[in-house]
């Protein structure tokens, strides 16, 4: 089966920098996502690393090291609407057909 | 923008009721899902389709059944509802077979099975 690592609980400071990490181990491993999911909310797609290396997109970057099985997301300049849950997900292939597992979610909290 | 969307945002059901989720996507995607979401367990999938009336199982099909008779519209089917399926329920589409990375949910069905 697929398992994906990811902390349940983050605190940041507004303005601050923070990083939610996702360890995983997939067979099959084509690529990570990560999703946002404001509380009520439906999930949005945030990025997606198929590659080695870093990803920006604005103020969210996303990393992924293949060899390692890891890979994170980074938030710079937080604010207060990041406030929300992000969900690391792998891409894997299996008897034809591609499937995306998703971890169990990181809620972050940005305080003042 | 892709939008999809689901017939109830909240549903309350006894138990051994047939249950009919619905979501329709507008975007022709070719892929759609039903997952399940629970407080601490993440997002888990339930089935999903690649074609019209293909469904593949996911990780929990147990107690639920699928139809997908148009490419835009694709159902959960609880058989005989039970307390244990009290859940948010999440459809979500992607545009094709490959590209399962990039999926765009609807806003969710909150089900209370009594």
């Known amino acids: 089966g697929q398992s994906l690592e990811q902390p349940s609980e983050v605190t940041a400071v507004e303005g601050a920098i923070v990083q939610i990490n996702c360890t995983y181990q997939?067979?099959?491993?084509?690529?990570l996502s990560w999703y946002q999911q404001h509380d009520g909310g439906a999930p949005t797609f945030l990025s997606y690393?198929?590659?080695?290396g870093l990803e920006e997109t604005g103020r969210f970057s996303s990393f992924l090291s293949r060899s390692d099985s890891y890979g994170y997301l980074l938030l710079q300049e937080l604010q207060m609407k990041d406030s929300a849950s992000y969900f690391c997900?792998?891409?894997?292939?299996?008897?034809?057909?591609?499937?995306?597992?998703f971890g169990k979610g990181t809620k972050l909290s940005v305080i003042p | 923008d892709v939008k999809v969307t689901q017939s109830s945002r909240y549903l309350v059901k006894r138990t051994g009721e047939k249950v009919f989720l619905e979501c329709v996507q507008d975007?022709?995607?070719?892929?759609m899902f039903w997952y399940r979401q629970d407080p601490g367990l993440g997002l888990r999938l339930i089935y999903f389709?690649?074609?019209?009336?293909?469904?593949e199982k996911g990780d929990i099909p147990e107690g639920y059944s699928v139809s997908r008779e148009k490419k835009e519209r694709f159902s959960l089917i609880l058989e005989s509802a039970s307390t244990n399926q009290t859940s948010m329920y999440l459809c979500?589409?992607?545009?094709?077979?490959?590209?399962?990375?990039?999926?765009?949910f609807g806003p969710g069905t909150r089900l209370l099975v009594l």
């Open positions: 979500a589409s992607s545009q094709d077979r490959d590209s399962v990375e990039t999926q765009y």
């Open positions: 997939t067979s099959g491993f084509y690529g």
């Open positions: 690393n198929a590659l080695d």
């Open positions: 997900a792998v891409k894997w292939y299996r008897a034809g057909s591609y499937q995306l597992t």
């Open positions: 975007m022709d995607h070719e892929n």
């Open positions: 389709s690649y074609d019209v009336k293909m469904k």
